[in-house]
């Protein structure tokens, strides 16, 4: 289901955030306005600061979204543009013309959006937007994740879990950013679907949650298909070199993933498909 975006609130942050003011009037190519080329121009160093620092964008509450699919995505969502960013050397959509009508729109220089993307190669279309605000919610799938420190795996468990109607994510601290320009190319969309609780406490939501919590552990004795997954169900996948903290595990239900090849474990964005499909299949009755 979508997240709903948070309300308007003042935004906090370092001094280039603070001092940013009310955006300027919208500008672009359809408007004739002039691209920005320089680096030291503050917007552009603001929007870069939003590229890099996990810090900064969670004290302003916002994010930048890199090509068209996941500004798309969020747009279905329901969620505002706050700015859409455009190379002066991108390919005409007009498609995104016609979503996007309305956005204060920024030209900027090829290099200026080449140094805001996670890609060698940008489709020179970004977006800036507000993080979503996840409410409390009783939910009947989630997933606890702790300590996935890797973007590109963090991504890819939340794409697999929204894909399989997970409603709620919960991360610990040492997660890698969920709304970072390279955990959201990996999610493709999923972030925008999915209520997702950041810095969480891991063994207290374990704890408080409605239904059964599992965790994928090596050489447990119950396996994967052995269990009901037809309920309430949570399941928890921690760090590959690590696994999960006893805190969190005392919380859980151990079990294991099968595996009748000769490989000791599985990445964990693999395991955690696994499991969520398997949930599917139950619930389908297959």
């Known amino acids: 289901m979508p997240v709903k975006a948070r309300p308007p609130t003042p935004r906090g942050g370092p001094a280039s955030l603070r001092e940013q003011g009310p955006a300027p009037e919208p500008s672009g190519l359809e408007h004739g306005g002039r691209p920005i080329t320089s680096r030291s121009n503050p917007e552009f160093r603001f929007l870069l600061e939003l590229a890099e620092s996990s810090r ?11 090509g068209w699919h996941l500004i798309e995505a969020a747009l ?34 090829e290099a200026l959006v080449r140094a805001l993307s996670p890609v060698k190669t940008p489709t020179g279309w970004l977006a800036l937007v507000e993080i979503p605000r996840p409410a409390a919610q009783d939910c009947r799938c989630a997933v606890l994740l702790e300590d996935i420190q890797d973007p590109g795996n963090l991504g890819a468990i939340l794409r697999s879990a929204a894909a399989a109607g997970v409603e709620a994510a919960y991360l610990s601290q040492g997660c890698a950013d969920a709304w970072s320009p390279k955990t959201l190319r990996g999610g493709q969309g999923a972030q925008f679907r999915l209520a997702i609780h950041e810095r969480a406490d891991l ?56 595996m009748p090849g000769a490989v000791e474990s599985l990445n964990v964005a693999s395991a955690a498909a696994v499991c969520l499909f398997e949930r599917v299949r139950q619930l389908r009755g297959c």
């Open 76 to 109: 279905q969502a329901g969620l505002r543009l706050e700015r859409l960013i455009v190379s002066e050397a991108a390919a005409p959509l007009p498609a995104a013309e016609a979503a996007t009508a309305g956005v204060p729109r920024r030209v900027l220089s």
């Open 56 to 66: 900064a964008r969670r004290q302003a509450g916002l994010t930048l979204l890199d």
């Open 203 to 258: 063994p207290a939501v374990a704890g408080r949650y409605r239904g059964r919590a599992y965790a994928a552990v090596l050489g447990a004795k119950a396996s994967l298909y052995d269990l009901d997954l037809r309920g309430a169900v949570a399941f928890a996948f921690g760090n590959e070199g690590a696994g999960l903290a006893e805190a969190l595990s005392a919380r859980c239900r151990p079990f294991t993933i099968p």
